[in-house]
């Protein structure tokens, strides 16, 4: 994230971009790559390297955490990552059409997908909607600014939602956290 940082999405944005990829050619798995930007905070380079083992229970049914592996996360200290709920009944749908593939997110001839073909279909998807000013990390960044606003309702702290990203240090999380004035003048009317 160097330079400017990646737009952050509106609630109508993201209620846009998911009604938005449900009328795609494979509603399913592209559901699935923006689900797990947006609830569980993968990078592209995670996402196209996700695997089914990733996800999956010893039993082969679709599990409750993302076990991230150090090799296929940056800086190469892996990470678990809870499931969101809408994630994984997508799973589950999407792993019923896929049984045969080793990777989550495949191209239309079943192949691993890279990391640079992600990123390329989120730019796609946010010109198609005309979101200026959006990037892949866009979802990421708006993953990390929400858990960090609601991870006190879980009775968690920064330290919980920088685990969660990925992080080594919390300034990098801090970096994604965006502000938000009315926040700012509710609370100092607390005050």
Known sequence: MKGQPAKLLAERDVRLL???VRRHRHPTRDCIILLLSLKAGLRAGEIAALTWRMVERADGRIGFVI???GSV????????IPINT???RALIV???QQPQTTHVITSERNCPMTAKSVVNWFTRLYQSLQLAGCS???SRRTFITRAARLV???GG???DVQELAGHRSLKTTERYIAGDRDAQRRLVRLL
């Open 67 to 69: 076990e991230l592996p």
């Open 136 to 138: 892949s990390h866009s």
């Open 94 to 96: 999407h792993r019923k």
């Open 73 to 80: 996360v940056k800086g190469g200290s892996g990470r678990r």
């Open 152 to 154: 006190h309702k879980a």
């Open 157 to 159: 702290s920064l330290r």
């Open 18 to 20: 998911l009604r938005a």
């Open 86 to 88: 809408d994630l994984r």
